[in-house]
Nanobody, 125 residues
Framework: QVQLVESGGGLVQTGDSLRLSCAASGRTVSSYVMGWFRQDRGKEREFVAVINWSGSNTDYADSVKGRFTISRDNAKNTVHLQMNRLKPEDTAVYYC??????????????????WGQGTQVTVSS
């Protein structure tokens, strides 16, 4: 098992940047594909980004492509989400998640086995 704890959320203005972190404990994070999801009030949780075990491959939701970057540091058991040029529609609770399926590029909630508690990101206009 792995435990995930997100941090780095906050209140920012349109155009600002934030860097979210996800600290993993338990099993080493290099055993897991890591993803970020987000959920705004009244909406379904949606995929944001995913990174494979080594960090050599990533994929993003179209809505964040070119603005967000997912990265990982397996030596430090951490995953990051660098968010640039933030928009009000990026406002949500952001969740870190992990899975161990053979096919790494999973974008459905149901494919992830472990979740953090989430960190709130609010972007004011």
């Amino acid at each position: 098992q792995v435990q995930l704890v997100e941090s780095g959320g906050g209140l920012v203005q349109t155009g600002d940047s934030l860097r979210l972190s996800c600290a993993a404990s338990g099993r080493t994070v290099s055993s897991y594909v890591m993803g970020w999801f987000r959920q705004d009030r009244g909406k379904e949780r949606e995929f944001v980004a995913v990174i494979n075990w080594s960090g050599s491959n990533t994929d993003y939701a179209d809505s964040v492509k070119g603005r967000f970057t997912i990265s990982r540091d397996n030596a430090k058991n951490t995953v990051h989400l660098q968010m640039n040029r933030l928009k009000p529609e990026d406002t949500a609770v952001y969740y870190c998640a992990a899975h161990r399926k053979l096919s790494w590029n999973r974008q459905r909630m149901q494919d992830y086995d472990y979740w953090g508690q989430g960190t709130q990101v609010t972007v004011s206009s």
